[in-house]
């Protein structure tokens, strides 16, 4: 199987409990999820200090019209392009599942490294239904201040 990355930055001062990024399978590829790399970008000065928290969300439907769109860059440049989805918009997002699939806390002057190898898959199945949504839950932040996210996955 074939790895990939991409790599988004949120909206300045993003709301709690809000998405910013979707990881979508489609109809003949799915994957799974491999690594989930976070952390915080406070413009020209240092990140204030608080504590946030990035919710992983599984998907159960495909939504309408996606946008910012993101090519997944390949990890082997021999591999053929992706096929899976990275988008950062929606005009109306996927339905999501409750509770969160995964949650971790991290203070905003660190980040969060999350390998998914081995024991800890996350299996996305091929079809328009399925995926993952990643979202910052529970603090706004600061404004000027963006989540950066990268996602690797494997398909």
């Avoid at 952390?39 to 969300?57: D, H, I, K, R």
């Avoid at 328009?128 to 910052?136: K, L, P, Q, R, Y």
Wanted: with cysteine; aromatic share 10%; proline share 6%.
């Amino acid at each position: 199987m074939a790895r990939y990355t991409a790599t988004v930055e949120s909206s300045a001062a993003l709301a709690g409990d809000t998405a910013f990024g979707w990881l979508r399978p489609v109809a003949g590829s799915g994957g799974k999820l491999r690594r989930v790399t976070v952390g915080v970008l406070a413009g020209a000065g240092v990140p204030t200090s608080q504590q946030l928290e990035l919710g992983v969300a599984r998907i159960t439907n495909a939504g309408t019209t996606p946008g910012g769109s993101v090519t997944g860059a390949k990890l082997d440049p021999n591999s053929p392009t992706a096929s899976c989805l990275f988008h950062t918009t929606y005009a109306t997002p996927p339905t999501v599942t409750s509770p969160d699939f995964y949650k971790v806390a991290f203070n905003s002057q660190s980040g969060v490294d999350l390998p998914f190898e081995l024991l800890e898959e996350a299996i996305f199945a091929a079809g328009t239904t399925d995926g993952f949504a990643f979202f910052n839950r529970t603090n706004a932040l600061p404004a000027s201040h963006k989540l950066v996210l990268s996602v690797e996955w494997e398909e």
